[in-house]
Structure formats: C-alpha cells, structure tokens
T-cell receptor
Framework: NAGVTQTPKFRVLKTGQSMTLLCAQDMNHEYMYWYRQDPGMGLRLIHY???????AKGEVPDGYNVSRLKKQNFLLGLESAAPSQTSVYFC???????????FGDGTRLSIL | AQTVTQSQPEMSVQEAETVTLSCTYD???????LFWYKQPPSRQMILVIRQEAYKQQNATENRFSVNFQKAAKSFSLKISDSQLGDAAMYFCAYSNNNAGNMLTFGGGTRLMVKP
C-alpha cells in the first residue's frame, strides 16, 4: 500500500526552467493538495483539487499551475522557475468524512 | 482568514518528563478540526492527534493528549513520558468544512529531548 507518492524526491533547476512535480495516490481519495514548506515555517497551501477535473487556488498560488486529469494524480507545474520557489513541496490527499490528510514524503526543489 | 499561532519556536524536555506545546488559532467558524503533526528530520508529516471542535472531550492517543479550550481558541499538546524519538518539529493545524478542507499550519515548535 503506497499511499501518496511524490516524484521526484529531489531536483535542482536553473532560473527560468520549467518542470512538473507528480503526486500519485492509491487510496481513491477525492481531495488532493499541494503545499510548500520554506525553512523554519509551516506548510502553506498552493493549490488543491476536490475531484477529478477540478482545481482551485490556495494561499500562495502565484507562479504555479496544477492539473487533475485523473483522480489518482495531481500535477504541480512551474512554468518559469524562480529562486523564490526554492522549497520543499508536499502533496497530500484526503478521503471522505473529514479524515486526516495523508502526506507524501516531499520533494526538495532548489532553483539556482 | 484563519490563522494558527505557535508562540514557542523551541522547547526542551528531559527524557521521561512531560512537556506541553502551545497553539492558538483564530476563526469565526463553529465547526472545525484541529491537528498536531510531527515532522522528524526525515521530513515526513506524521499525524499525532486530531480534535473535532464539536466534541468537548479532549482527544488522547497513548502518551499524547490535548487541552482544547474552544472559547479561548487554544489547543495545546501534552507529551507524557517523553522519549528520544519524540524529538521533532511539531505543527499545529486547523481545518474547517469550507473551501476544500485545506489545512492552515502554525509556524512550528522544535522539540528537543535530553537524555
């Protein structure tokens, strides 16, 4: 039982490059989330999805795009990476009845 | 907007002793959930305990318990019989039934456990 899997676990980009982070969950959860965690801080919500084909903005959405084409996958894209986007990115999913969110292990992204 | 505040950036406890981590939050909602997450150096986010606001009884999970004061908007975590493995960052988080049940996190408290 894999739970929530994030790919890749670590990546270094140059300013201006683009990339996509993949989140996959095998629990048939409707809700999925992308958070970022900066050093010494709590997680902040970037975007989220309440079901296949839906997305919505969170607290810090600028510079990111997301897609939820399949229920089990939630993609986070950076079109033109900036040093300010250096962070650890966490994906999470949640099932029905307000169960706690399940988190992936995070992706450390460094932008030079 | 909801906010979550953890006023203790760092706490230290002797092994086998008890420690309490503080959390306050601000919301206009009456129905919501509160959580404590543990983040060890491996950076995994591990759920420690959850409290539903409509339940007056404080949640407990083995050595972990909370003191939930709804009127004061306070949600503290008590760790009894502290163990070396309890050393980690602890995050308080809030969620309600609106807007996708997103979590709002506090800034975290680093807990050190002394042998």
């Amino acid at each position: 039982n894999a739970g929530v899997t994030q790919t890749p676990k670590f990546r270094v980009l140059k300013t201006g490059q683009s990339m996509t982070l993949l989140c996959a969950q095998d629990m048939n959860h409707e809700y999925m989330y992308w958070y970022r965690q900066d050093p010494g801080m709590g997680l902040r919500l970037i975007h989220y999805s309440v079901g296949e084909g839906t997305t919505a903005k969170g607290e810090v959405p600028d510079g990111y795009n997301v897609s939820r084409l399949k229920k089990q996958n939630f993609l986070l894209g950076l079109e033109s990476a900036a040093p300010s986007q250096t962070s650890v990115y966490f994906c999470a999913s949640m099932g029905p009845n307000y169960q706690p969110q399940h988190f992936g292990d995070g992706t450390r992204l460094s932008i030079l | 907007a909801q906010t979550v505040t953890q006023s203790q950036p760092e706490m230290s406890v002797q092994e086998a002793e008890t420690v309490t981590l503080s959390c306050t939050y601000d919301t206009s909602e009456s129905d919501y959930y509160l959580f404590w997450y543990k983040q060890p150096p491996s950076r995994q986010m591990i759920l420690v305990i959850r409290q539903e606001a409509y339940k007056q009884q404080n949640a407990t999970e083995n050595r972990f318990s909370v003191n939930f004061q709804k009127a004061a908007k306070s949600f503290s975590l008590k760790i009894s019989d502290s163990q070396l493995g309890d050393a980690a960052m602890y995050f308080c988080a809030y969620s309600n039934n609106n807007a996708g049940n997103m979590l709002t996190f506090g800034g975290g408290t680093r807990l050190m456990v002394k042998p």
